[in-house]
């Protein structure tokens, strides 16, 4: 780019200045492009957007992975070419190499290449014969490979080619190229600590739920979809278990918030509510009273919505179900003939808002071989939508597969109801016995 810049020669002032000018624009353009997005591939290939043909006719980047594999995640050339076959894993980088990608991997550069010599030079490693066939197939007459290099640590490489004579790529460039480079290494850097503490963030709140228990004769399944939009944790929960006097508990819930004191108090009411479950048979109204007086006590400032349910064996191969509904979105029934019904009743305000009052109990009669769902507000919230619409929308979609096996009931929600939000998902279905 400063070849361009310097045609009018350094005493040209105006030259100059637009040259300065056009470096600036471009570092910001790159620098916006970087922090477009989380991903590091995505972020790289809007990065060949802009630089492309602006300060190269191709670039290809290549980044190292935990244990020093090199892999080629972007290959882009300004006229669109098909690259998508020069990319991937790379042959390993030979400590002897003389190859210029080799020496910048080892800790060298930014290097000026002359494609040609490099062509010309028996090296015999792999990676060498790979680069030689990549300037050989994209063209190149100048090149520059700069380090991805941030806080110590090699990231990868960032090579730009050009492949006419006109604006060559010089020592003149080396220190755009290797401001770019590491603006580069340090969005890699920001988008590996983001998937690594993405990660962490779910295994954690993933350990938090409990393994679903065998119920026979019911069938029973759970899911839990991490939001991919953050990398927090959240507070969504369920649970379910076996109680003496063989009813089933039911429980699902929602902490707000999306951070670690979300997950910590998501855990102390989950294990809170399976102590009063355990210890007291009341009915489901008093047991989320007495759960919002303890943690209202042990844990103030919190709030929470809940369902607590038992089910349990009535005449006939019929099932009762009674639950206590604080502020969650009601529990949808679905019959084996795919009519559907929102359990409304029951309800009363979310946990932490008022402790101390009464909360009612609701008792509702379940057909063989219907499903009962509970979930959270991930399942049917969109940014600037009326919940009515994600209530009629989860109904549709319930009935459709009323008659799928339970697993692919739950699998199939999430695949058709679970992009387009941007929080966390946790839903326990729950199949009946049919009447033989």
Known sequence: MASKGAAGGGDDVDAVLQAALQRLALLAAATDALSSSLDGAVALRRLCQVLLPQLADWCA???????????????????????????????????????????????????????????????????????????????????LIAPLRARRQMFGALTLARSGDAFALTEND????????????????????YASVQSTAEHLQRSLLPALPEVAPLGIAAR???????????????????????????????????????AVTMGQLRNMLRALVCDRLEPPGDILRRLDAISHTLYGGHTATCIYALLEPGPHHSWQLKWANAGHPPPLLVSYDGDTRYLTTGHSFLLGIEPDTPRPSSTHTLAPDSTLLLYTDGLIERPGEDLDRGLARLR????????????????????????????????????????T
């Open 396 to 435: 549709q979609h319930a009935a459709a597969l009323t008659r799928e096996p339970l697993a692919v009931f739950c699998d199939e929600l999430l695949a058709g109801l679970a992009h387009g939000g941007n929080d966390d998902i946790a839903l326990l279905a729950v199949r009946l016995p049919p009447t």
């Open 224 to 262: 839990y979809v991490p939001a991919r939009a953050a990398v927090e944790v959240g507070g969504d929960w369920y649970d379910c278990f076996p109680l003496p006097d063989g009813a089933t508990a039911l429980i699902i819930g929602d902490v707000t918030g999306h951070d670690l004191p979300a």
């Open 174 to 193: 080396l220190a755009l190229v290797e401001d770019l480079a590491h603006r580069t290494a340090l969005a890699v850097d920001n988008s590996r600590l």
């Open 61 to 143: 980047a290549d980044l190292l992975d935990e244990h020093g594999r090199a892999h080629r995640v972007v290959v882009a050339h300004w006229e669109r070419l098909p690259t998508s076959h020069l990319e991937g894993p790379l042959p390993p980088i030979v400590e002897t190499s003389s190859d210029p990608l080799a020496r910048v991997l080892r800790g060298a550069g930014p290097l000026v290449v002359d494609p040609g010599v490099m062509a010309s030079v028996e090296d015999g490693s792999a990676l060498h014969a790979a680069q030689v066939a990549l300037f050989s197939e994209l063209g190149a007459r100048s090149a």
